[in-house]
């Protein structure tokens, strides 16, 4: 699968530097909220957990890389609250 550049937002805005987490994989956090980062593309859900991991902030996107994709053009995943 291609590599594509994300940036995870929440849809009220806040929470910026937050981590998140990506297929339910709680034991390494997928990066901080506004900030890009590198994942393989396909359909994966995004989430923002409290302390007992119970989900806060999900979305479960397909992401497909795009020709001009790149830190500076990462593609957004918009996070609803759960």
Do not use: C, Y
Request: glycine residues 10%.
């Amino acid at each position: 699968m291609a590599m594509t550049w994300v940036s995870v937002v929440r849809s009220d805005g806040g929470g910026v530097g937050d981590e998140f987490f990506i297929d339910g994989n709680f034991a390494e956090r997928g990066g901080r909220l506004g900030t890009p980062f590198h994942t393989n593309s396909g359909q994966h859900t995004f989430q923002v957990v409290d302390a007992k991991f119970t989900p806060l902030f999900e979305k479960t996107q397909v992401v497909l890389k795009t020709e001009n994709n790149s830190d500076d053009n990462p593609i957004i995943v918009t996070l609803e609250p759960v």
